[in-house]
């Protein structure tokens, strides 16, 4: 079955830390890749998004994320993270042979000032 | 550009009951999803409308359909309901199936 899996459940770091997210899926052939993120009390919003071309990708708020596709991975990372970067993040794919889209179960990140 | 939207933003329903949630994408969006978010679940994938038709279910029983109106906006109906439906349930749109999806405020739906 397809599937997206998030390595950490809840990370928690010190301001100016630097970030990575694991994220890895199951085979499927071709993949769309997406990184949301949910900041307390406010609705899922795209960070950044893969479909071709150079594997590192860039988003809003200085995020990044580098496709891996011999490892099946789409690390998110941020080199210097901020209190207000406190919020979950969640992977998400879609399989392209039947446009599934799953999303893993998230992580939430808790930033101290 | 307005985003997507849902009604209502809080349900409350006894067990047994019938609860129809709505959602009106973005403009020019012809995909519409629907998500069950359970505390410590995350996302589990509902349903996929396009062009009216339901293109894709996750594994939920019967009991949770829905439907896609002629402007694009879906109905999502949950019957029989149980006390473990109680979760937030998001609607998301995308211009083609395979771009990305854009999510709504989700409603909250409460089952007593």
């Known amino acids: 079955a397809q599937s997206v899996s998030q390595h950490n459940h809840h990370v928690i770091l010190s301001e100016a830390a630097s970030l990575e997210l694991g994220c890895n899926y199951s085979?499927?052939?071709?993949?769309?890749l997406f990184w949301y993120v949910q900041y307390p009390g406010q609705h899922l919003q795209l960070l950044l998004k893969?479909?071709?071309?150079?594997?590192l990708v860039k988003g809003i708020k200085g995020f990044e994320a580098e496709f891996i596709k011999s490892k099946f991975s789409f690390n998110l990372r941020k080199p210097s993270v901020q209190w207000s970067d406190t919020a979950e993040y969640f992977c998400?794919?879609?399989?392209?042979?039947?446009?599934?889209?799953?999303f893993g179960a998230g992580t939430r990140l808790t930033v101290k000032p | 550009e307005a985003g997507v939207t849902q009604s209502p933003t809080h349900l409350i329903k006894t067990r047994g009951q019938q609860a129809t949630l709505r959602c009106s994408p973005i403009?020019?969006?012809?995909?519409v999803y629907w998500y069950q978010q359970a505390l410590g679940l995350g996302l589990q994938f509902l349903l996929w409308?396009?062009?009216?038709?339901?293109?894709n279910r996750g594994n939920f029983p019967p009991r949770f359909s829905g439907r896609q109106f002629p402007n694009y906006s879906s109905e999502l109906n949950v019957n029989a309901l149980e006390l473990e439906d109680s979760a937030l349930y998001l609607c998301?749109?995308?211009?083609?199936?395979?771009?990305?999806?854009?999510f709504g405020p989700g409603t909250r739906l409460t089952v007593t």
């Open positions: 998301a749109s995308s211009f083609k199936a395979t771009y990305e999806q854009y």
């Open positions: 085979y499927g052939g071709t993949v769309n």
């Open positions: 893969y479909f071709s071309g150079d594997p």
């Open positions: 998400a794919v879609k399989f392209r042979d039947n446009n599934d889209m799953r």
């Open positions: 403009s020019g969006h012809t995909s």
């Open positions: 409308y396009d062009e009216g038709e339901e293109r």
